[in-house]
């Protein structure tokens, strides 16, 4: 429903603060991957929740997938320190309708520098709320296509038990 959000996404009605999505940041499985990751105490960590996904328990397999490959730490905006996004379920994602998180394995060693030098990622590096790029808007053509073909025979889809 649209009331929560779109596509899955409980955006809405301040559920992106609520005790549900503060339970997930401060869950002690989380606060402490992140405190190892960073190398800090729990109670010094900077935490943000954007959005909680969801699909109801009898959701059926979508018949087409609307691709949303992206970046969503963009250094243009100007934030160039170490960032981690993580992804957590709380319920098992393993059927074929649930899971959305998709990953592109080694993709962090050439293919985010290429995208930041792209002249849509320095346009929205300049821009309120220009974190996020995504690869099918990239303004250089070649790379868009050459990176849009990595991508679709690279990224795969990960179901996850709870």
């Keep these: 429903s649209d009331l929560i959000g779109r596509k899955g996404c409980a955006s809405q009605r301040g559920l992106p603060h609520g005790a549900f999505a503060w339970a997930a940041r ?10 190892s990751l960073f190398d800090t105490a729990e109670n010094e960590l900077s935490v943000g929740l954007d959005c909680s996904f969801w699909s109801a328990g009898d959701a059926r397999p979508a018949s087409v997938n609307s691709e949303w490959l ?13 960032c ?5 379920y709380v319920w098992q994602s393993e059927c074929e309708a649930a899971s959305t998180t998709v990953v592109w394995p080694g993709s962090h060693r050439d293919v985010y520098e290429a995208i930041m030098k792209d002249a ?9 709320g220009g974190q996020s790029v995504r690869l099918g808007d990239l303004a250089d053509k070649a790379l868009r296509y050459a990176l849009l073909a990595r991508a679709r025979a690279e990224a795969r889809r990960v179901p996850c038990p709870a």
């Design 84 to 88: 981690v996004q993580g992804v957590l």
């Design 120 to 128: 849509t990622a320095i346009d929205r590096g300049r821009h309120l």
């Design 26 to 35: 401060l869950h002690p499985a989380v606060t402490t991957i992140f405190a």
């Design 70 to 82: 992206h970046v969503d730490q963009n250094h243009c905006t100007g934030m160039t320190w170490s």
